[in-house]
């Protein structure tokens, strides 16, 4: 089956300080990438849509600024997590549609990760 | 906001009993997904259904659509002590984006 891979699982860092975390498709080509955030026993919110070769797009809510996406090939995304506060701490997962355009088919993740900011 | 909304929030079953989920949602689909997430991991796809299906079986899972009442119920039968996870309807909305339900925590006691 299609392989999502994402890195690193876990991260601690110091406030102010940024984060970048990496998810690619390893035997699929994505052009459409989902990035969620989960707080504990809670579900996932969809942050944002990285799209291959264009801006990504923002739900309602979260700040562009503060989450920079960057689609830099057909195999990998990444989130940035700038100026991190302990607010940012949260489990971060990205997906992948596996097939043309976004597509509402069947998703597959990323084994998340986890950031912690002191 | 959340397209699903989950019932129950958490079930605790002995092993060897079915587990049954529920996931009502607002607006017309023209699928619905179920997930499952092991505690600190990443989801995985279970099963999809389409709209005009009423009924779909995975091995030991049984999902149903009732799209007249914006339902769907997760089923799992035989439980085990692996089937321990969060389960997740989703729906796809505009720009085909999955919208996830508030999920069902699922504890199989062995």
């Known amino acids: 089956g299609a392989v999502v891979s994402q890195h690193p699982s876990w991260v601690i860092c110091k406030s102010g300080t940024s984060v970048k975390i990496e998810c690619r498709s390893l035997?699929?080509?994505?052009?459409?990438m989902f990035w969620y955030r989960q707080f504990p026993k809670q579900s996932l919110m969809l942050m944002a849509t990285s799209n291959e070769g264009s801006k990504a797009t923002y739900e309602q809510g979260v700040e562009k600024d503060k989450f920079l996406i960057n689609h830099a090939s057909l195999t990998l995304s990444t989130l940035t997590v700038t100026s991190a506060h302990p607010e940012d701490s949260s489990f971060y997962i990205c997906s992948a549609p596996r097939g043309l355009g976004a597509g509402a088919g069947e998703l597959f993740f990323g084994e998340g990760s986890r950031l912690t900011v002191l | 906001s959340q397209q699903g909304e989950e019932d129950p929030q958490a079930l605790s079953i002995q092993e060897g009993e079915n587990a049954t989920m529920n996931c009502s949602y607002k607006t017309s689909i023209n699928n619905l997904q179920w997930y499952r997430q092991n505690s600190g991991r990443g989801l995985v796809h279970l099963i999809l259904i389409r709209s005009n299906e009423r009924e779909k079986h995975s091995g030991r899972l049984r999902v149903t659509l009732d799209t007249s009442k914006k339902s769907s119920s997760l089923l799992i039968t035989a439980s085990r002590a692996a089937d321990t996870a969060s389960y997740f309807c989703a729906t796809p909305g505009a720009g085909n984006k999955l919208t996830f339900g508030g999920g069902t925590r699922v504890l199989v006691k062995p």
């Open positions: 035997d699929f080509q994505a052009t459409t």
